[in-house]
């Protein structure tokens, strides 16, 4: 069994900075890639940040130059820095986990709310 859990979500004002963490664990050996993917209210799930084992990221277009996503190297965690919060940055926030084998693992998502 696999568990994915994330921490680090809250609520900020706009122009502050948040930090989100993510952990992966249990019956797997190394995850590929590891990423960032939020959820606003009556939103689809989108892509916010990935990070490969080889260190290649990829970034969407919004948050650009504000997020950044780093990896620990040779583990199952991730971080997302995310700077200069703007109130639609407002969702829940996933990490996700994907195998060598594609298989992807998901975490119970963490809210982070941007607003005065």
């Known amino acids: 069994q696999v568990q994915v859990v994330e921490s680090g979500g809250g609520s900020v004002q706009p122009g502050g900075s948040l930090r989100l963490s993510c952990a992966a664990s249990g019956s797997i050996f190394r995850l590929n890639a590891m990423g960032w993917y939020r959820q606003a209210p009556g939103e689809q799930r989108e892509l916010v940040a990935t990070v490969t084992r080889d260190g290649n990221t990829h970034y969407a277009e919004s948050v650009k130059g504000r997020f950044a996503i780093s990896r620990v190297n040779g583990k199952n965690t991730v971080y997302l820095q995310m700077n200069s919060l703007k109130a639609e940055d407002t969702a829940v926030y996933y990490c996700?986990?994907?195998?060598?084998?594609?298989?992807?693992?998901w975490g119970q998502g963490t809210q982070v709310t941007v607003s005065l």
């Open positions: 996700q986990g994907v195998s060598y084998g594609s298989r992807e693992y």
